[in-house]
């Protein structure tokens, strides 16, 4: 897919990277993109391109009127998380659920809703930001990796499932970009803007899954292996 004159949706869209993906389309040409948010209000986008929707993870009965008001999407993008810092064990279970919900089930009913609307349109694409913690845990991230491994087999699995409509379903993995999400994170970080910038070019070339940086690449070629040096080697990386 090349996103040029695309119609697009953009989950999480008033800040980090689902901002970024907005204005990357933009600069690429979109026909019109769908901004949401929670707060829609908070969204200030000045291109006659962006329509402002709300869109919340959490509410099926905004999600449903999402996909209403955007009959005409070939391009979802699910860009909309959060990371609460809880520990699995000791950390506030309302909290643990709330990734999930918000990973997982809610980016799921994303999808349920939207994949009739990429069938009537042609098929199209769906790109699910994922990340490094999909594959590895790391101290203060245990519900965040175990929501994020699941939302990464979820976007295997709606693939195969979406293949038959002829949608591109697209894995889009990272570690740490310099969002506001990331604020307190002191480890390397890159530019918000290379993740859209990467899924787009892959999907230009039909990629289902994008490694957009060197860390998560090291993390992958580390799955396969003995877990217990990979953990050593993130254990001295992270201190």
């Known amino acids: 897919m090349n996103v040029t004159q695309q119609i697009a949706l953009v989950s999480g869209a008033n800040r980090g990277i689902g901002r970024q993906f907005v ?22 986008f000045d291109d006659a391109r962006v329509v402002p929707l709300h869109l919340d993870l959490l509410d099926h009965a905004s999600v449903i ?44 009913d994303v999808i349920r809703a939207f994949s009739p609307v990429l069938a009537t349109n042609g098929g199209g694409a769906i ?5 490094a913690l999909s594959w590895f845990a790391s101290p203060g991230a245990g519900a965040y990796a175990a929501a994020k491994a699941a939302e990464w087999n979820m976007t295997n699995g709606v693939r195969l499932e979406l293949a038959s409509q002829g949608t591109l379903v697209q894995g889009v993995l990272l570690g740490a970009a310099d969002t506001d ?3 307190g994170y002191d480890g390397p970080k890159i530019d918000a803007r ?29 799955v396969s292996g003995d877990p217990a040096p990979f953990y050593e080697k993130i254990t001295a990386l992270l201190g």
């Open 194 to 222: 290379e993740v859209p910038r990467a899924a787009f070019d892959g999907l230009a070339r039909g990629e289902i899954e994008v490694i957009v940086d060197d860390w998560t690449a090291m993390v992958k070629a580390s």
């Open 23 to 44: 204005l990357e389309l933009l600069e690429r040409g979109v026909g019109k993109v769908y901004a949401t948010a929670r707060r829609p209000e908070t969204l200030d």
């Open 127 to 131: 790109v699910n930001v994922l990340s």
């Open 65 to 108: 009127a999402a996909a209403e008001a955007a009959p005409d999407v070939t391009l979802l993008i699910n860009s909309a998380g959060i990371s609460s810092g809880a520990q699995l064990v000791t950390g506030d279970l309302a909290e643990i659920r709330r990734e999930m919900d918000t990973h997982f089930w809610g980016t799921l």
């Open 181 to 183: 999400m990331m604020d």
